[in-house]
């Protein structure tokens, strides 16, 4: 079955830039959906269609794609910026939605 | 403002049938056009997330292929409700179970989840 692969932590200094990579074979073929899970809270839709800001999102929020890797950046990390993040895409030729593991992300 | 509300039991013993159902306020589950997908997505304590299922309003319904043989998703059109069973329940079932809409139906790739319920937990034990 397909898989898509985030490494499982990322740590940041506040100010500093966050990259967070979803690998997939193919994943240039697919829309890329990213979402953050703050602690005791349901995921929140972030960047929809691999790279747009979802309604509210910061412009600090960003996303791109190149190969086989999705990247979401986060400029100028905050302490509030700490969370889990999950990329998500849906596989055609099984017709399911596929999340990667998820990312925690520390701001140090 | 959409809105979901999951409810139900949340504790359910091993091998029998969990049921939660999905309020839903601000639109309406059977709109044909812009119409969402209708999703529910789980996760278990310290885990990520997995996606269980997702129905559309012409009816259609896809599952996960590892739970495909235990999952029914349905509708309730008149009380704007949708609903998830799932049968033969293990303590691998215990999780969070997240009722969820978004995307738009028709759209390629359009398979994203704006709203999101709060969530409700469900144990599987004796």
């Known amino acids: 079955s397909y898989v898509v692969t985030q490494p499982p932590s990322v740590s940041v200094a506040p100010g500093r830039t966050a990259s967070i990579t979803c690998d997939g074979n193919n994943i240039g073929s697919k829309s890329v959906h990213w979402y953050q899970q703050r602690p005791g809270q349901a995921p929140a839709l972030l960047i929809y269609?691999?790279?747009q800001r979802a309604s509210g999102i910061p412009e600090r929020f960003s996303g791109s794609k190149s190969g086989s890797t999705a990247t979401l950046t986060i400029s100028r990390v905050e302490a509030g910026d700490e969370a889990d993040f999950y990329c998500?895409?849906?596989?055609?030729?099984?017709?399911?939605?596929?999340f990667g593991g998820g990312t925690r992300l520390t701001v140090l | 403002q959409v809105q979901l509300q999951e409810s139900g039991p949340g504790l359910v013993k091993p091998s029998e049938t969990l049921s939660l159902t999905c309020s839903v306020s601000?639109?309406?589950?059977?709109?044909?056009?812009?119409?969402?997908?209708w999703t529910w997505i789980r996760q278990p304590a310290g885990r990520g997330l997995e996606w269980v299922g997702r129905f559309f309003a012409s009816g259609s319904t896809q599952y996960s292929p590892s739970l495909k043989s235990r999952v029914a998703m349905s509708v309730d059109t008149s009380e704007n409700q949708f609903s998830l069973k799932l049968t033969s329940v293990t303590a691998a079932d215990t999780a969070v179970y997240y009722c969820?809409?978004?995307?738009?139906?028709?759209?390629?790739?359009?398979?994203?989840?704006?709203?999101w319920g709060q969530g409700i937990l469900v144990t599987v034990s004796s």
């Open positions: 601000g639109v309406s589950i059977s709109r044909t056009s812009y119409s969402y997908y």
């Open positions: 998500q895409v849906w596989e055609s030729s099984t017709d399911h939605v596929v």
């Open positions: 969820v809409a978004g995307g738009l139906v028709g759209a390629t790739g359009a398979d994203y989840f704006d709203y």
């Open positions: 269609f691999d790279s």
